[in-house]
């Protein structure tokens, strides 16, 4: 079993940086990748970024060149570092992980706010 517990969402005006992380514990050898997802009201989950034991990222297109995502492996803790946010990053963002076996752990999520 892996837990994921995130922290660091908020309100933020649009422009602006917030830093949202996401602890790791339990199995977390078994971790492959993790990443972050978010979900707008009314909308689908959809992926934002991922980041690979090996260091390997991935990101949607929406988020390219503004968002960050980077791991601390002596702390087990992953970053999602937030840059010029507008209104449209308004979301729940989850925390995932992925295991060797293809088992998912998901977070308990972290409300962002852009206000305009």
């Known amino acids: 079993q892996v837990q994921l517990v995130e922290s660091g969402g908020g309100l933020v005006q649009a422009g602006g940086s917030l830093r949202l992380s996401c602890a790791a514990s339990g199995s977390i050898f078994s971790i492959a990748a993790m990443g972050w997802y978010r979900q707008a009201p009314g909308k689908q989950r959809e992926l934002v970024a991922t980041?690979?034991?090996?260091?390997?990222?991935n990101y949607a297109d929406s988020v390219k060149g503004r968002f960050t995502i980077s791991r601390d492996n002596a702390k087990n803790t992953v970053y999602l570092q937030m840059n010029s946010v507008s209104p449209e990053d308004t979301a729940v963002y989850y925390c995932n992980a992925d295991n060797f076996r293809g088992r998912n752990y998901w977070g308990q999520g972290a409300q962002v706010t852009v206000s305009s």
């Open positions: 980041i690979t034991n090996g260091g390997s990222t």
